[in-house]
């Protein structure tokens, strides 16, 4: 099926790779994409998935998958999984380069007391508050510790006691040895190995010294022969530290980092910590609520890997600071959805009409296209009876001016079908609306025009007999501030939760065609927006449909 095609504008890491590759200094490129198993994938990581994977499509060369699974507190394979599975959904494919920073324990440590041996690291055997406080600041610089001039032999021996077991967490660190005056704070002896006797998903009990990232990550994208190491901004400050360790030990390659600006997103957390948060405590249904920017959150919703792509070359990839707005996914799924989505008459607030001149038992198949600008994709057939549900705000009694639909006395066509005129409004005893009396135009049909007449309106309908009953969740954004937190008094992001961020219609009725509708297919219901079957119950066989988008942005552009 035809997706338009993002247009690829060129970005400064493109440009740095097509350099070195005209240049001769790489005749291949290597990238790798490092989550850490702590949470579930965001689009902020599709946008470095897209950008790490994308680039080895375009360019020769491959990608790395690789769990950055440095902290076992944190860490669960459930993640794992469901990181794996996003990344497979987007439409990469890591072939056989799956790795774990984990798998590299063993060479990290020999690493380790390489730098020992090279009186470039020392144990420290302060508290982790002495170390902080001794750190200085940006305008001060920091204090040596008591121990930083420990013999190499003292070293070594402490070091290999820490691997053994012999210390609690928290009472000896390995900290490289730098320089304490360094105007960068990252380079002022940094730790690099703390004890923690904390099983890992990986390794079990083999270990309970575990290296700091920036320690690890280098050492890692120089295993794997990284040619091109994309972070995000906040890593700026960590390179001189990135190549000081790389420049101490004899390691295959010295990959080069770039960093780039991550993605935020207005009216949306991308913060895994605030994520966890909306899970655990139950502010969301759990991490594929399809109100999240989790990218099964997004899959849930009906989001394509198309839309995404379409969105990250949107998008693009600068050093800018950017605050996307919310607009800009939307349109990319709108964008993706309108030439794909089979179309379909729903009706979400239903009122009942009664065609008093339609014979009892009289049903029309009416034809209609499965997708108007595609003929080829075939038609479909809608059936007609005589009670048919039509949408509460297509009819109005007081009606204000260009209002188009069903009023008193008024006429309206009904989409693919004929032209309707109601004559009688019937309540129920509350005075609420019951039901509408109307009649049909027999010459009508297919878009004839009734005669001597103009009839503007055009609604959807379902016919009442034949129509399949559904609940059709509304969702909205998540939260009702663009940046949430930074306004109220306290912070709080929570504060600023969308408290009508999802509507649940249960009386929904949908034409019979979407009895097969499946998980994977995205509808429009027609004047309505782009839906997703989100659930079917095997036992009532009752569905459940998730609005994807609307039509059109009504939130203004942002
Ligand atoms: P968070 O800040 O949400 O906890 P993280 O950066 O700690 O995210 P990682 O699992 O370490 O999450 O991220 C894996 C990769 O995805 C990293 O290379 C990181 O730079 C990138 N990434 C994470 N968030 C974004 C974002 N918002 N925009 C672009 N890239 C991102
Ligand atoms: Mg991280």
Known sequence: MPSPEPVRSTHFIRNIIQEDLQSGKHQEIVTRFPPEPNGYLHIGHAKSIFLNFGLVKEFPGHCFMRFDDTNPINED???????????????????????????????????????????????????????????????????????????????????????????????????????????????RDPVIYRIRKVPHQRTGNDWCLYPMYDYTHCLSDALEGVTHSLCTLEFEDHRPLYDWVLDQLDVPCHPRQIEFSRLNLQYTVLSKRRLIQLVEEGHVSGWDDPRLPTISGLRRRGYTPESLRLFAERIGVSKAESNIYMSVLEDCIREDLDSKAPRALAVLRPVKVIILNWPEDQVEELDAPVHQQFPDRGRRSIPMSREIFIEEDDFNEDPPEGFYRLVPGGEVRLRNAYVIRCDEVVRDASGKIKELHCIYDPNTARGRKPEGRKVKGIIHWVSAAHAIPAEVRLYDRLFSEPTPGSDNPDKNFLLDLNQYSMEILTQAWLEPNLKKADAGTAYQFERLGYFCLDSRDSKTDSLVFNRIVTLRDSWGGN
């Open 77 to 187: 394979e459930e993640y794992v999984q469901a990181i794996l599975e996003d990344v497979l959904w987007l439409g990469f494919d890591w072939k056989d380069l799956l790795t774990h920073a984990s798998d590299y324990f063993q060479r990290l440590y020999v690493f380790a007391e390489d730098l020992i041996q090279q009186g470039k690291a020392y144990v420290d055997s302060q508290s982790q508050d002495s170390i902080r406080e001794q750190r200085g600041t940006l305008t001060e610089p920091g204090t040596a510790s008591p121990f930083r001039d420990r013999s190499i032999a003292e070293n070594l021996d402490l070091f290999r006691r820490m691997k053994s077991g012999e210390f609690d967490d928290g009472t000896h660190v390995l900290r490289a040895k730098i320089d304490m005056a360094s105007p960068n704070i990252n380079l």
